[in-house]
């Protein structure tokens, strides 16, 4: 595809990330969506959220973000969504997500069937499908695209939401998966791939997935140690950028965002990979999801390709 400006949503939780030094918004849709919109295309979240008061913050958040509020689905019934975030001493979140927030109760309404029919690109990930009601609304979003839309799967496992058919079902709608390393075995087990994984086969591992699934791109997460690419054209792994970490809540959701601006345009996988570790270091490196924008970082993670 090519230069433009496209339309990038980002479909399922919205919740406020509780620190012990506070809370931000957070959730994968939110935090994919927003650096989408620094990279220069047009993000959206497709959500809900309570009529509560911490819906009415995340509204406002959102217009400090310059991210639409249009798509959000105010819900009387249940609360707006909160994750209690505890780092540990390797700087690894860990998250105790409440239950029955307004993002379980997800609607297929008229507004969100033209968003699907406009949208670019769709990030979704397994998280928001743990209602039945969510997770046929997200299948109706999905199958409301054009064929053409990028469909990316973002596994993001959280104990106890997700289940051998959400996965199955999830990769096999998806243009992109993107999962990290220890999310992989898990996955593979779960989808009962014929050979374990063991260590230097995560190149296999991929090639199984597109197998699996009919998807144009498997992308494999190291932490700080990269990321590994497998296409059905090959493969491209990248070590990674040193920065000192600060949290890294966002950061996966930043590398995803990086790597889809990139896949859009068609860049090699050299470049999606360089600009997406680029997009996610410099998340780390600062505190919370969605950062002030830093011009010369942008224009880096953009021009990767060039």
């Known amino acids: 595809m090519s230069e433009g400006n496209f339309t990038i949503v980002g479909l399922g939780e919205l919740l406020w990330d509780l620190f012990p030094s506070g809370k931000q918004l957070g959730g994968a849709p939110a935090n994919f969506a927003y650096i989408a919109s620094l ?57 105790e997500i409440s239950s029955d927030a307004a993002w379980d109760s997800l609607e297929m309404t008229s507004q969100w069937r033209t968003l699907a029919a406009q949208a670019t690109a769709i990030c979704f990930g397994s998280l928001a499908q743990r209602s039945p009601v969510a997770r046929r609304t997200i299948h109706e979003f999905l199958g409301a695209a054009r064929p053409t839309t990028t469909r990316i799967f973002d596994v993001n496992l959280r104990q106890p939401f997700y289940s051998k058919d959400i996965l199955a079902d999830s990769i096999r709608r998806s243009s992109i998966i993107k999962l ?72 996966g959701d930043a590398f995803t965002a990086a790597l889809v601006h990139h896949f859009l345009r068609g860049a090699p996988l050299s470049a999606m990979n360089e600009a997406a570790n680029r997009m996610g270091a410099w998340l780390a490196a600062r505190p919370g999801a969605t950062p002030e924008a830093d011009p010369a970082v942008l224009e880096k993670v953009r021009s990767a390709h060039q």
């Open 39 to 95: 990279l220069g295309d047009h993000g959206i979240v497709a959500s809900g959220i309570g009529t509560d008061a911490l819906g009415d913050e995340a509204k406002q958040r959102f217009q400090q973000l310059r991210l639409p509020t249009d798509f959000l689905q105010s819900d009387p019934s249940h609360p707006t969504g909160t994750v209690k975030v505890l780092i540990d001493p390797q700087d690894q979140p860990h998250y």
């Open 180 to 251: 990290n390393q220890e999310e992989l075995p898990v996955v593979l087990q779960l989808l009962e791939s014929p050979t374990p994984l063991t260590p230097g086969k995560e190149i296999l591992a991929g090639e199984w997935l597109l197998h699996l699934s009919g998807a144009q791109l498997v992308c494999i997460t190291r932490g700080a140690q990269g990321s590994l690419l497998v296409s059905k054209e090959g493969f491209h792994e990248h070590p990674g950028f040193s920065v000192q970490t600060v949290d890294t809540v966002g950061a």
